[in-house]
């Protein structure tokens, strides 16, 4: 979201990235309703509806360099994570979003309280994702490595990376489900979730 600008000047190359007052506001998540902005001038994220009227403003979580989702539609927000450890625990506006002992604890995607994902760790290699449902216990699957998620743009289909193992996902009117995994002889290097779910192992794409 932020570009990095290389200018020349002479016989020399240089390369400058923008005052952090001067970088302009970027949209971290959206919706057919609203969006949720991040706004360096203002130190500060903020969620407008679809007509440009401003809804809220939080510079506490922008402060705390907490990563800001969406519930069923923007701009109704959900922060979670922090730039220093530990991470305080997932909060909407109206306050706790999801109780959690984990020392990393990060909403990945949600609904509203009662169906979303968070992936929780004590910080060492191994953590767990916890799947909130609307109806039943939660479930953890065990992860084992670095930690990646990907929806499509229904919000229906998911896949989630963790060191060689590949998970995918299916949203329904009970919450998110595990419907597949893979394991690989190496690590997963990207993943997306548009159309056809597919991973990349090395240089072959799995779907």
């Known amino acids: 979201m932020l570009a990095l600008l290389v200018f020349l000047t002479g016989c020399s190359a240089a390369t400058a990235q923008p005052e952090p ?3 302009p506001p970027a949209i971290v998540a959206v919706s057919a ?3 949720v902005v991040a706004d360096n001038r203002a130190e500060a994220f903020y969620g407008l509806d ?11 979580a922008y402060a705390g360099g907490a990563d800001v989702i969406c519930q069923a539609r923007c701009p109704k927000p959900v922060f979670s994570g ?3 450890a530990p991470d305080p625990e997932p909060r909407s ?3 706790v979003f999801a109780q959690s002992d984990a020392r990393i604890r990060r909403v990945l995607t949600a609904r509203d309280a009662s169906d979303a994902v968070i992936v929780e760790s004590d910080g060492a290699e ?14 953890r699957i065990p992860l084992n490595g670095a930690f990646s998620w990907a929806e499509d743009a229904s919000r229906t289909t998911a896949v989630a990376t963790s060191g060689k193992q590949a998970l995918w996902f299916r949203h329904d009117r009970r919450g998110w489900r595990k419907v597949a995994g893979n394991t690989f002889d190496e690590p ?3 993943l997306c979730a548009s159309g056809a779910t597919a991973v990349v192992k090395g240089s072959a794409p799995m779907c």
């Not at 679809?50 to 506490?60: H, K, M, T, V, Y």
């Not at 191994?126 to 479930?139: A, N, V």
């Open 21 to 23: 007052d001067a970088r």
């Open 33 to 35: 309703e609203g969006v």
């Open 50 to 60: 679809r007509s440009g009227r401003e809804l809220w403003r939080d510079p506490a």
């Open 82 to 84: 922090s730039a220093e």
């Open 93 to 95: 506006l109206s306050g």
């Open 126 to 139: 191994e953590g767990s994702l916890r799947l909130i449902r609307p109806s039943g216990k939660d479930l």
């Open 188 to 190: 997963v290097r990207s």
